[in-house]
Structures are given as C-alpha cells and as structure tokens.
C-alpha cells in the first residue's frame, strides 16, 4: 500500500509531483476499507468517489483539499445517499439535499468515500451502541479496545490510516475522547462557526461539526475552508473578526491547569508526562500555572449535561414518528402507529434518554431539573470565562486513561476526569484534543479549550506542542 498512513499534505506533494492521481489514492482507500475489521462503515461511495477523482485531472497546486479522500459521520447529510445516524428507525432515509459542511468540502474537490458508524444519533461516548454493533480501536490487539464515542467510526478510520481526515460531530466530547483515545489531533470549533445546516441535531445548543486528522496544521486547513456564516442555519455566526495569528509561539502564552481535575488523575505515567510537557512549555517560554475551579461545579458537569443533553433529544427527535420521517409501523391509530414506530426503532439506550428528557421537561419537573440545570450551565460557563479571562487556555489530559478494553456498561462514566470537556460545549468555546505520549503503543490525548472565537490561538498552541511531542502523523501502523 503505497498511499495509506499518509497525510493531506504528503498526499498533495505526491500529485502536485504527478506521482499519484487522485483515482490511485482513492483505489487504495477503498481496498483498504473492504478489508476492515473494526466495524467502522455504515454506507459506502465507493462508485461516486471513483468518478469524482477520475474527473480530477488538473491539479490545484494551492489547493490542499484537493483530490483528498475522507470519511464522514452518519448523522451529516449526504444528498442522494443513505444517511441513518446509526438507528434503525432511519434505515433507507435519503436525504434530498447535502450539509453545509459538505457542500464546502465537495466545492474545495476532497473526495468523500464513505459514511461511518457512530453511537445512536450521537447518544453515548463509546462507540458501542450504533445499530451495527460495536465500533473498535485500531490499537486494540484483536478487537479488544473501543475507539470512543459518539464519533468512533470516522476516528478509527483515519487511526487505521485508511484516509487523512474525516467529518464528526462533538456534543460533549464525540470528537476530543475518540481522538485521545486513537492518536489524533481532534478539533472542534468555536459554537456557530462551522454551519451545522444538514446534522442530525442531538442537543442544538451544545452540537459542533469539528474533524479529525493526523495533524495540527491540517485541522487548521480544514476549518479554514469550512468556517463561515451560513443563511441555512440560524445558529452561524455572521461577521466575527478573527485574530488569525499566523505565526505560532509559546512565548508569552498562558496556559492553565484546573487543579481540581489533574488532582483526580490517578495514571501515574499520564502524570508524569503530563508535567514533562508543563516543563517543556514553560522552557519555550509559556506561563503555565495551576489553578483552583470549584469543585461544587465540576461536580455538576455531568448531572447538567445529561439532563439538557437527554431533554433536548426529546425535542430534537419529536418528528421522527414514523409519519413525517422514520421507518413506519402499521397501527389502528396515530398513536399507535407512532408507539410502534418509536417502539421498533430506537434501541433501548435511546428510549431511556427521551423519556428522561420527557420527565424533566415536564411542567411539574421542569423547574426541579431542566431550569436548575440551565442555571447549573451558566455558572460553569461564568466560571470557565473567568479563568480565560487571564490565560489563553486550558490545559488538561483528555481522558484518565488510555481506550479502555470493550465492556457492557450502560452508561458512560460520570466522574469529573471523564467527562469535564463538556464545559467547552457549554460555553461554545474552541477545543482541540492532541496526542502527547504513548503508554505501551497506546495514545493518550492533551486537550487545550480557548476563548470563543480564539479558535487560531488554540491551533497556534496545539501546533507547538506537536512539535514539542513529535507526535506527527500517528495511525495504528506506527505507534512507537
């Protein structure tokens, strides 16, 4: 295989060289992917993508995207191509039109391959409940470790190094876990500025379309063609003025740790290289302290996030009913066509996080739980804004631990080291999680969250520290 593991920028040289062309690449991809073991593909392309890259024959030299085969998330629109959002009450829906985000990726002429799996219309953080079963981490030996949820499927593609970058979407972490737990820089944008026109909304207010990729710069290149307002979706941002800063440095950067979530990491190798990467910083000339946050509050994290999260799915879900979308269920009523329908087609998991939602949303509930909540998210909000207020960044490792082995578990852990980068969805702020060291060939991530729209400052920095790691371009081929 002479083109898989390589990035967007190897892949480039190669057919501005005219060494490879895009129909080789793509070829590849796609005996790759026919061979893959980890569960990763909902629908495949394989016939649209080999006629767009043989319609690619003149390169477009500044172009970085163009001819770069990619992966997208199941719950991203697709004109004309099955789209399920992994569940069966949406087997065989096509949508009539594509997401913004894709249009944008198809005018800069990358090449999409195919649609992956992901937790049930993004409802979990282990990739273990879309309805093809589980989805496994590359770097497990036999298919022994999840890759990560909910955006597992087009993580452990770009891990096995089938393409060099794909589409997800990040809820509460769907993009930064996954990319902690496979070796990827995985980045989701400031709230609003990547049109979320043509995703299957889990929580809308909380929802980012964000990438994975094998390096900094390319997420970088990604947002760059992506971002910008859309009229479609009433969530874009129209006019933000941008600081760009082209040039990375640490010098004179800020960067704060939350003191009361380190504290609750027990890995001790994790800790160790986590302080070798403060030192590191500090040397190139950051200001890199440890700060108090109120533990009332990050013990809040979860509780709040799940009862928004499971009440807004019960918005966010209320059409399908089998009669104006989903798989329809024969019954005497409209009622019971629409209990059947749900009743069939939404898995277990799913039904238990819309009736929590339908509880708390309640009229007699929702002051007890749904309002309370809300108050519960600005405070976090207040208090994450007032430690940016006089640094540039947060800093902290991305997960406790390396992928955890497969297991039953019904829910996701709810302890704070696990679950606090939901407090960048909070808040809308740009959040990107990076490699930093490897325990016995396994990847685990650190995660810098910034100001909103100081999305290039958190790049800028994210960059330094690849080059402090070297952790450039990993996939499951190359984990030493």
């Given at each position: 295989?002479?083109?898989?593991?390589?990035t967007?920028?190897e892949?480039?040289?190669?057919?501005?060289?005219g060494k490879?062309t895009?129909?080789?690449?793509?070829n590849?991809v796609i005996?790759?992917?026919?061979?893959d073991?980890?569960n990763?593909?909902?629908?495949?392309?394989?016939?649209?993508?080999?006629?767009?890259?043989q319609?690619?024959t003149?390169?477009?030299k500044?172009?970085?995207?163009w001819?770069?085969?990619f992966l997208v998330?199941?719950?991203?629109?697709?004109?004309?191509?099955?789209t399920?959002?992994s569940?069966?009450?949406?087997?065989?829906f096509?949508?009539?039109?594509n997401?913004?985000?894709?249009?944008?990726l198809?005018?800069?002429?990358?090449?999409?391959?195919?649609?992956?799996t992901?937790?049930?219309f993004?409802m979990?953080?282990?990739?273990?409940?879309?309805?093809k079963g589980?989805?496994?981490?590359?770097?497990?030996?036999?298919?022994t470790r999840i890759?990560?949820?909910?955006s597992?499927?087009?993580?452990?593609?770009?891990?096995?190094g089938?393409v060099?970058?794909?589409v997800?979407?990040d809820?509460?972490?769907?993009i930064?876990?996954?990319a902690s737990?496979?070796?990827l820089?995985?980045?989701k944008?400031t709230?609003?500025?990547i049109?979320?026109?043509?995703?299957?909304?889990?929580?809308p207010?909380?929802?980012?379309?964000?990438f994975?990729?094998?390096?900094?710069s390319e997420?970088?290149?990604?947002?760059?063609?992506?971002?910008?307002?859309?009229k479609?979706?009433?969530?874009?941002v129209?006019?933000?003025?941008?600081?760009?800063?082209?040039?990375a440095?640490?010098?004179?950067k800020?960067?704060?740790?939350?003191?009361?979530?380190?504290?609750l990491?027990?890995?001790?190798?994790?800790i160790?290289?986590?302080?070798?990467?403060?030192?590191?910083l500090r040397q190139?000339?950051a200001?890199?302290?440890?700060?108090?946050?109120?533990?009332?509050?990050l013990?809040?994290?979860?509780?709040?996030?799940f009862?928004?999260?499971c009440?807004?799915?019960?918005?966010?879900?209320?059409?399908?009913?089998?009669?104006?979308?989903?798989?329809?269920?024969?019954?005497?009523s409209?009622e019971e066509?629409?209990?059947n329908?749900r009743g069939?087609g939404f898995?277990?998991?799913?039904?238990?996080r819309?009736m929590l939602?339908?509880?708390?949303?309640?009229?007699e509930?929702r002051?007890?739980?749904?309002?309370?909540?809300?108050?519960?998210?600005?405070?976090?909000?207040?208090?994450?804004?007032?430690?940016?207020?006089n640094?540039?960044?947060?800093m902290?490792?991305?997960?406790p631990n390396?992928?955890?082995?497969?297991?039953k578990?019904?829910?996701?852990h709810?302890?704070?080291?696990n679950?606090?980068m939901?407090?960048?969805?909070f808040?809308?702020?740009?959040?990107?999680t990076?490699?930093y060291?490897?325990?016995?060939?396994?990847?685990?991530?650190v995660?810098?969250?910034?100001k909103p729209?100081?999305d290039?400052n958190?790049?800028n920095?994210?960059?330094?520290?690849?080059?402090?790691?070297?952790?450039?371009?990993?996939?499951?081929g190359?984990?030493?």
């Open positions: 295989m002479r083109y898989l593991g390589l967007m920028t892949l480039h040289e190669l057919y501005v060289s490879a895009p129909l080789d690449v793509v590849e005996e790759a992917l026919t061979k073991k980890n990763i593909l909902e629908k495949t392309m394989y016939d649209e993508a080999r006629s767009m890259a319609s690619l003149k390169v477009e500044d172009n970085l995207l001819g770069i085969p998330k199941d719950n991203i629109a697709m004109k004309g191509i099955e399920t959002g569940s069966n009450i949406l087997n065989g096509i949508p009539l039109c997401a913004e985000v894709i249009d944008k198809l005018a800069a002429k990358a090449i999409p391959v195919a649609k992956t992901l937790d049930e993004g979990g953080g282990r990739g273990e409940t879309g309805h589980i989805t496994y981490n590359p770097y497990g030996k036999e298919r890759v990560g949820g909910s597992s499927g087009s993580a452990s593609g770009v891990a096995s089938y060099p970058f794909a997800g979407s809820t509460g972490d769907s930064r876990k996954p737990f496979a070796g820089v995985g980045f944008p709230w609003g500025e049109s979320r026109f043509g995703l299957f909304a889990f929580m207010t909380l929802d980012h379309v964000g994975f990729t094998r390096s900094v997420a970088r290149v990604l947002f760059e063609k992506t971002r910008g307002y859309d479609k979706d009433a969530t874009s129209m006019n933000v003025p941008f600081k760009t800063e082209k040039d440095t640490l010098k004179g800020k960067v704060a740790v939350l003191e009361p979530i380190f504290a990491m027990k890995n001790k190798l994790l160790k290289e986590f302080h070798n990467l403060v030192d590191k190139a000339g200001v890199v302290d440890f700060v108090p946050f109120d533990k009332d509050l013990a809040a994290i979860f509780p709040t996030y009862i928004l999260s009440a807004e799915a019960n918005v966010s879900n209320a059409c399908l009913t089998g009669i104006g979308f989903g798989n329809k269920e024969e019954g005497a409209y066509i629409v209990a329908t069939k898995s277990s998991r799913i039904k238990y819309l939602g339908q509880y708390a949303l309640k009229k509930n002051n007890e739980y749904y309002d309370r909540a809300q108050k519960a998210r600005r405070l976090i909000v207040e208090a994450v804004d007032k430690v940016l207020e640094y540039d960044v947060i902290l490792p991305a997960a390396h992928a955890p082995t497969v297991d578990q019904s829910e996701p709810s302890e704070i080291e679950n606090f939901a407090i960048a969805n808040g809308g702020n740009p959040s990107l990076l490699p060291f490897l325990d016995e060939g396994l990847p685990l991530g995660n810098l969250t910034g729209f100081d290039f958190v790049l920095i994210a960059l330094k520290i690849e080059e402090i790691t070297g952790l450039y371009n990993l996939h499951a190359l984990k030493s």
